[in-house]
């Protein structure tokens, strides 16, 4: 009695099916926001981390880069962040999209090499997320201490200085998609271990 109530829970493919999708549904949300002086400049999901986004520039309304026009090394500056910066791809949100919809995929399988696949799927999406939330803080960290006194244009496009607080701040949506891939290896685990049976 209690081995075919475990397998009819975990046999069925719906629920790793459901957290994969979840997790892949999720980069859509907001998965970074930037930030100056705790004021968000720009939210930025995890599609456009995984494909390229372009960096607001809201000087015409009144943005903080009106600030710093007042000598010519400001004006150079200005000037080349008047345009819309394009941000290339972060290969580690790439990397763990496209693990996601492998996962997705191979949940649909009822062989247990799938299940092994969407467990290492799964796995690998989580290592990811964790190499794209170490990439961006290194990349802002070397960008806010590249700027130097002078200051200059960091990688995210905007004007650094030292006594402007640059932040990029990992939203509730990027930790609720590794729950969900982790969520994922467990039931994708449980459902190749109910194969067994």
């Known amino acids: 009695m209690d081995s075919n109530s475990q397998p009819g829970l975990f046999s069925n493919k719906v629920p790793t099916s459901v957290a994969f999708a979840v997790a892949v549904l999720l980069f859509f949300m907001p998965f970074i926001d930037i930030k100056c002086n705790n004021m968000s400049l720009q939210t930025v999901s995890g599609v456009q981390l995984a494909t390229g ?3 607001k520039n809201n000087s015409s309304n ?9 000598d010519d090394v400001d004006k150079t500056i200005t000037k080349t962040t008047t345009k819309t910066d394009k941000n290339d791809p972060n290969l580690f949100a790439m990397i763990a999209l496209g693990l996601g919809l492998l996962g997705f995929g191979l949940s649909f399988t009822n062989i247990k090499a799938g299940m092994t696949g969407a467990i290492v799927t799964a796995i690998a999406s989580v290592g990811c997320m964790v190499g794209l939330f170490l990439d961006i803080k290194g990349q802002v960290k070397a960008d806010y201490s590249g700027a130097g006194r002078e200051g200059g244009v960091g990688k995210f ?3 650094l200085t030292e006594g402007l607080g640059i932040s990029v701040d990992f939203t509730p949506w990027f930790y609720v998609s590794v729950i969900a891939f982790l969520a994922a290896a467990f039931l994708a685990y449980k459902r190749m271990s109910s194969m067994n049976r």
Do not use: A, Y
């Open 157 to 159: 496009g905007r004007k």
């Open 53 to 55: 986004f372009k960096m």
């Open 62 to 70: 009144n943005s903080f880069l009106d600030d710093f026009k007042t």
